[in-house]
């Protein structure tokens, strides 16, 4: 037998050596990513059932007054969604707009009305959902009188970040007054509201009575704020363990499958120098 045969070091063998290292690091790369990954998604997770609290908490807590002007560039989802507020203005009825809503009343729309505050500034007041059969009746403030409420009104809601862009393959069209989600700031822009906040209300407090918005059949409907939060992390954490798991057991058996097969070749060769 020769040396190469013994050692494995003539060509195929050592192919066969460059070969099981690629896979070994391979291995190892995919291991350390999905573990990473995993990683990630309990942190993620461990921060979603705070944020959930955290959230919990703060909706259930008495309404404060709206965020002062020089805050409003600091407004965030972690610091202000859903939170409790109250505001005090005259409505301007003419400037409302509808923004599509599906709800558990079914599909229609949500009614937004700008109140104008002292200070000069506005912010848009979801005052509440509305059949779709009801849309040419409040289009452009109609069902609210259409013209500026000279009395001041307080509204409590809780405080809304804005939806900018749209909905799902759907663009807003603000020329054609076709809302599909509500984003502060473009229907600021076209209904001229030049200091208006960037986030809205939503009118309605978590276990208040829903008021009616001044009209007899109860529409808009308010206080139909839905708060869920996506928390699919120990799912995906778990997917990420598995494939780590997976790689590990691959690992074993191509390991075992090149023992065998080297193994085999091994008293092959043998077997051959041996032979008469």
């Known amino acids: 037998m020769t040396s190469e045969a013994l050692t494995g070091a003539g060509p195929r063998g ?22 990473a990954l995993g990683s990630w998604q309990v942190q993620r997770r ?3 059932l705070e944020l959930i609290e955290r959230v919990d908490r ?18 965030d989802a972690a610091g202000y969604e859903y939170l409790p507020v109250a505001a005090t203005g005259r409505w301007l ?14 599909a229609g729309f949500w009614v937004l009305t700008p109140l104008a505050r002292d200070d000069g500034t506005q912010v848009l007041v979801n005052r509440g959902f509305i059949p ?32 900018p862009g749209g909905g799902f393959l759907r663009r807003n069209d603000p020329a054609a007054q076709r809302w599909h989600s509500r984003d502060v700031a473009a229907i600021a822009a076209a209904q001229g509201l030049p200091n208006a906040a960037p986030f809205f209300i939503d009118a ?21 704020t839905v708060i869920r939060f996506a928390n699919s992390h120990l799912v995906y954490a778990l997917t990420w363990f598995g494939l780590a798991l997976m ?13 065998r097969r080297n193994a085999g070749s091994a008293a092959a060769s043998t077997f051959h120098d041996t032979a008469p």
Not at 93 to 106: E, I, R, W
């Open 14 to 35: 050592r192919r066969s050596t460059l070969i099981q290292a690629v896979l070994i690091l391979v291995g190892i790369a995919l291991f350390l990513g999905f573990i």
């Open 46 to 48: 461990a921060w979603k």
């Open 58 to 75: 703060r909706v259930h807590s008495a309404p404060v007054a709206l965020p002062p002007v020089a805050e409003w560039p600091r407004v």
């Open 93 to 106: 009825a003419d400037k409302t707009v509808l923004t599509q809503a599906v709800t558990d009343l079914g």
């Open 132 to 163: 779709a059969e009801q849309r040419a009746q409040w289009q452009g403030g109609a069902g609210l009188g259409g013209t500026p409420d000279p009395d001041p009104v307080t509204v409590q809601g809780l405080l809304r970040l804005s939806e």
């Open 204 to 224: 309605g407090l978590p276990g208040s009575p829903v008021a009616a918005a001044g009209n007899a059949s109860s529409w808009p409907r308010a206080g139909m």
């Open 247 to 259: 790689t590990v057991i691959a690992g074993v058996y191509v390991a075992r499958y090149e023992r």
